[in-house]
């Protein structure tokens, strides 16, 4: 933020895209200001100020709940209605991200936009089927992206809020592993089962660190699909999960241990997801 | 394009001071500047938590929280605690149990702690853990400091005041999570 020229508080939402969308290079939507103020972006001359917005709400709104993209991450974090969604998998990424005193600041828009490759709370969004809510251009309606959509997003688009439907059916489970307790995680797998006659009916197999990003393990959904809820042997699951990932290598883990550490994991949040009861 | 200076009125341990802010700032350079030097540069990437403030209560990382946000905020560092001839008693309590030693964390300890026990008189290890996870200390540890903030708390007021007795080796145990976490 060293070369900030302009801090501007827009009086409205089609305000802040209006600016932005002006030069989306040099112009940045200014949220908790965490992840700027970390980057420290060298070409950055304006920030859209997006605290007088008003995008900082829970609500339940019919079959979904709408998380708006400002609310604080640690606000999140105690919210009641996080805790009831889910067995609560978003609430526990969101308390296993950074620090207390970090989450203070960020919010949920700035963390799903960072996308970051061991990120905990985009698998759980995945895993929950969330959408993000969408401004593209100023008077245009809100359009609705699937979370693993987001690649479509364009530069100067404005995340208003994120929506998860209130599903009944669905088994939720969730394992990590990280090195210390404030590092972040080497690999995740978040996993959501719907059970239907002691079938699963359809899965959401969400996972990171074992890819450049985030992402969907469609192969391991295929293979559970029509599969008894019962889950007695996992190791078709853990193979399917092979063709899915693309492990990358650091100074936290090998493409290998990765690569082995997901299957692990994987077979524990199965476990896990199919003993929740129904 | 030039940058414009923007004079504002910051609220800081409860006094008016006017600062000269850049839209890019951040707090941290800002508070600095005007020589409250108890929010100490660390690693700017709020790793360390050495620039830990208050505002409007709430523990934030000065060095990546926006100046141009700080105006209409209460802002409140190390200094509004206490001083040398009247220690608070979380001040009091760090230094009975050697809570400190180079000193470049403190502060932002004792502000944490300072919220916690604010915001909960009742508090347990893991809070006090928690709660200090954002704080890096490559001296004492966390076990002193931990102790002395439990001490402090309406729960611990009996305990705090029997001796302090020596326990485990201080291993860089914050918060006492396992390597394995899982919702």
């Given amino acids: 933020m060293r070369n900030v020229c302009v801090h501007t508080l827009p009086k409205s ?93 960020a919010t949920l828009g700035g963390r799903i936009m960072e996308a970051e490759p061991g990120d905990l709370v985009l698998p759980a969004l995945l895993s929950l089927g969330a959408s993000l809510c969408i401004l593209r251009a100023p008077g245009t309606p809100e359009e609705r992206v699937r979370i693993q959509d987001m690649a479509t997003l364009e530069p100067g688009d404005l995340l208003l809020a994120v929506t998860i439907p209130i599903a009944s059916g669905w088994r939720h489970a969730a394992e990590w592993m990280r090195i210390s307790a404030l590092d972040r995680p080497v690999a995740a797998c978040f996993v959501g089962l719907h059970v239907v006659d002691g079938r699963i009916d359809a899965a959401r197999v969400a996972c990171s660190g074992l890819g450049p990003r985030p ?53 524990r949040a199965l476990r896990r997801a199919a003993s929740v009861p129904p | 394009m030039t940058r414009e200076t923007r004079r504002v009125l910051l609220e800081v341990d409860g006094n008016q001071v006017q600062a000269e802010i850049l839209p890019g700032d951040r707090l941290l350079r ?90 909960e008189h009742v508090i347990d290890e893991a809070s006090v ?15 002193k400091p931990v102790e002395a903030i439990r001490a402090c708390s309406a729960n611990q007021s009996a305990e705090a005041a029997l001796p302090v007795v020596d326990s485990a080796p201080a291993i860089d145990a914050i918060p006492s999570a396992s390597r394995t976490r899982g919702g």
């Fill in chain 2, 30 to 119: 800002v508070l600095r500047a005007l020589g409250f030097s108890s929010i100490k540069y660390g690693c700017d990437t709020g790793d360390c938590g050495a620039c830990t403030i208050l505002v409007d209560g709430i523990p934030h990382f000065a060095c990546l929280y926006p100046a141009v946000r700080a105006p209409g905020r209460a802002l409140m560092t190390v200094a509004a605690m206490g001083h040398t001839d009247a220690l608070a008693p979380l001040q009091r309590a760090f230094l009975e149990r050697g809570a400190a030693q180079c000193g470049y964390c403190t502060p932002a300890m004792l502000l944490v702690a300072h919220a916690l026990l604010q915001r």
């Fill in chain 2, 129 to 143: 853990r928690e709660a200090l996870g954002g704080v890096l200390c490559r001296c004492t540890g966390y076990l």
């Fill in chain 1, 215 to 267: 992402f969907r393990a469609r192969n391991v959904e295929s293979a559970l699909s029509q599969r008894p809820a019962s889950l007695e042997s996992f190791e078709s699951f853990q193979s399917a999960l092979q063709s899915d990932m693309q492990p990358p290598g650091d100074l936290r883990a090998s493409p290998a241990y990765r690569a082995q550490l997901g299957r692990v994991l994987l077979g």
């Fill in chain 1, 13 to 105: 939402i089609d305000d802040a895209l209006e600016i932005v969308q002006q030069d989306p290079r040099t112009s940045a939507y200014l949220g908790g200001g965490t992840a700027l103020a970390e980057r420290d972006d060298p070409s950055l001359e304006t920030l859209v100020d997006l605290a007088p917005l008003g995008l900082n709400r829970i609500e339940t709104l019919g079959p979904e709940l709408r998380i708006g993209a400002m609310v604080g991450l640690e606000i999140a974090k105690n919210s009641t209605a996080l805790h009831s969604i889910g067995n609560g998998i978003l609430a526990q990424a969101i308390d296993s991200t950074r620090t207390q005193i970090w989450r203070n600041q």
